[in-house]
């Protein structure tokens, strides 16, 4: 969600009213339709330690994320550490994990013109194509979590699924164009309150999104322990919670790009 160099999204009164609207009318309205419970977990921005010491654990577990690359970021330095190059972009998608856009330049599309925020995209897009040697990117998260009702509505058409942050599990009918998803940061409070969303998850089955950054012993205000991923993946294998990558929960779940 964060970019390298710190920025804030707009805080006047009249953004946060915007943000409000925005996220309450559905670009995409889909239903999510799955009798099972399902959790994708997955990263903003791809520090390298969640490319490395993240997809690991998840690897341990058997199980697959989603990776949201900022294209313009990779290779640079950053306060949640180096990001990750090309390179490393194409061994977690050789691996099995799924790559999907987050912007190349990590614009706040909320901020940016239209014709701005679909250039912006459309570069990203196919630089994860010309790195991954695929022919479609399915996902896409905004970055700082912002947007617009037009710029929801034409990457809609673009992508099966778009990532917002506002906290919820996926259930009944959801904007497609803006998934709520659970951030865990350094903070014990997002921690423990993804952590008890597992359980409503397992109870009430839905599509539950969790995001972080880097994965470290000493992480940035936006990332997390290695432990804590781990407790994530014991307690959904207790409940009996499928964890898969964001394209292929949205195949379960039922969404079509319209
Ligand atoms: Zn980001």
Redesign the pocket.
Known sequence: ???PKPYQPNRSLFAKIERRLTQYRKAAPATVSTDRPILSITF??CPTSAAETGARILEEYGVRGGY?I?TGLMGRDSHMGLVTTPDQVAELNAAGHEICA?SHS?LDCAQARHDEVMEDVEHNIELLKDICKTYSVDSFAF??GETRFDVKKHLAGDFLTLRGILPGINRGVVDRAQLRAFEIDHTQHSFDRAYAALDCLHHTPGWMIIFTHDVSETPSEHGMTPGQLRQILDRARELDIDICTPKVAAERVGFKVK
Do not use: G
């Open positions: 969600m964060l970019a903003d921005d949201y900022a987050h990590h970055p700082y």
